[in-house]
Nanobody, 121 residues
Framework: QVQVVESGGGLVQAGGSLRLSCTAS????????MGWYRQPPGKQRESVAT???????NYADSVKGRFTISRDNAENTVVLQMNSLKPEDTAVYYC???????????????WGQGTQVTVSS
């Protein structure tokens, strides 16, 4: 059983920065990876950045060089630092914890409620 809670969304001007935080609770030792996804207005959800339990990261091409995903020392919080924001970054951002319940052969995801990020020109 894993749950995640998100915070840090808001309204910023183009070129500004935001810091999103995702905190997991429950059986956190079963988490194999965590990631951030976003859904722009009128579009489908897409992957933004992921980080594995071993610290390996992966980024969408559209955010490389601008966004950074990291984990804290407790390994139950993931942060997405977003710099040089553009209007096209406007979306609802979701956190996902990928974990493996005891005895299960596959992983499942636990999603947060989403946080709104709006970037104005």
């Amino acid at each position: 059983q894993v749950q995640v809670v998100e915070s840090g969304g808001g309204l910023v001007q183009a070129g500004g920065s935001l810091r999103l935080s995702c905190t997991a609770s429950g059986r956190t030792n079963s988490i194999e990876a965590m990631g951030w996804y976003r859904q722009p207005p009128g579009k489908q959800r897409e992957s933004v950045a992921t980080i594995s339990s071993g610290g390996n990261t992966n980024y969408a091409d559209s955010v490389k060089g601008r966004f950074t995903i990291s984990r804290d020392n407790a390994e139950n919080t993931v942060v997405l630092q977003m710099n040089s924001l553009k209007p096209e970054d406007t979306a609802v951002y979701y956190c996902n914890a990928i974990h493996r319940p005891p005895g299960w052969p596959t992983t499942i995801g636990s999603w947060g409620q989403g946080t709104q990020v709006t970037v104005s020109s």
